[in-house]
């Protein structure tokens, strides 16, 4: 199991949190994900099933193309 907490840019309201979660909502692999106002998402996946490769991918096809590690 992986775990980052992602830095996503354009979280502006209730709604930015709903798109972010229908981007994670059924991404295989992804075992929990936490967003909120800030646009702070905490996740943990599966590297055997999904990357964070392909999880900023789903973010940024939901119109959300910067996300970066916090730590970054």
């Not at 992986?2 to 907490?5: D, K």
């Given at each position: 199991m992986?775990?980052?907490?992602l830095q996503v840019?354009?979280?502006r309201?209730?709604?930015?949190?709903?798109r972010l979660a229908g981007a994670l909502r059924g991404h295989e692999g992804i075992e929990y994900a936490n967003a909120n106002l800030m646009g702070e998402v905490a996740l943990q996946w599966d590297e055997?099933?999904?990357?964070?490769?392909?999880i900023v991918a789903a973010l940024a096809r939901s119109g959300f193309p910067e996300a970066v590690?916090?730590?970054e």
């Open positions: 992986t775990s980052a907490t840019s354009g979280v309201c209730e709604r930015c949190i709903g055997e099933k999904t990357s964070r490769d392909a590690d916090e730590r």
